[in-house]
């Protein structure tokens, strides 16, 4: 009889035990599963605005050198302008849903500022060199953002590999 018990309860503490375990497996995986979609989802954001950004970037390249060739030519331009900034606009409130990142959202707003700014070097003698201060001002701005992004992925994933150890 005692030796039933015993039976009884070695098998009831095994039960419980594999319970608790698989319980504890599943709960780290879908720990895990979030983790890489959330990664995923950032990695598609991040490039989603650097391409944004970039096209934004050469419409204000392209407008500033339609301008210098005829200075009527603004009011055609500027829808071109305006649908390229709302595309990065929109692209940026997606990184804001996807990350409490204030460096990296910070960043962006300097791209995309630096990128506004090409347009606005003017027409003048000195035009085409401050033109090109801005256009490297905001490749450097889009370099820092997509580097700090980077780092950012790189870092999450590493942080993943040693939480599986």
């Given amino acids: 009889m005692i030796t039933a018990l015993i ?3 070695g098998t009831l503490l095994g039960a419980a035990a594999t ?3 698989q319980r504890v497996n599943a709960d780290r995986t879908v720990r895990q599963n979030f983790a890489e979609r959330l990664r995923q989802d950032r990695l598609t954001a991040y490039h989603a605005f650097a391409t944004s950004v970039i096209e934004y970037r050469h419409e204000q390249i392209e407008r500033w050198h339609r301008l210098n060739r005829d200075p009527d030519a603004e009011a055609n331009m500027r829808s071109e302008a ?4 709302a595309a990065v606009r929109s692209q940026i409130l997606r990184i804001k849903l996807l990350t ?4 990296l959202i910070r960043l962006a707003e300097e791209a995309i500022d630096a990128s506004r700014d090409i347009q606005r070097s003017g027409t003048g003698p000195g035009a085409p ?6 256009y490297l001002r905001a490749t450097a701005a889009i370099d820092a953002f997509v580097r700090h992004a980077g780092s ?4 999450h994933s590493a ?4 939480e599986l150890r």
Avoid: M, P, V, W
């Avoid at 305006?82 to 900034?85: A, F, G, L, V």
């Avoid at 942080?159 to 040693?162: A, D, F, K, R």
């Fill in 159 to 162: 942080g993943n590999l040693t």
């Fill in 19 to 21: 319970h608790y375990f």
């Fill in 129 to 134: 060199g401050e033109h090109e201060g801005r």
């Fill in 7 to 9: 039976a009884i309860a």
């Fill in 152 to 155: 950012g992925i790189q870092n």
């Fill in 100 to 103: 409490s990142d204030e460096a």
């Fill in 82 to 85: 305006y649908d390229k900034k």
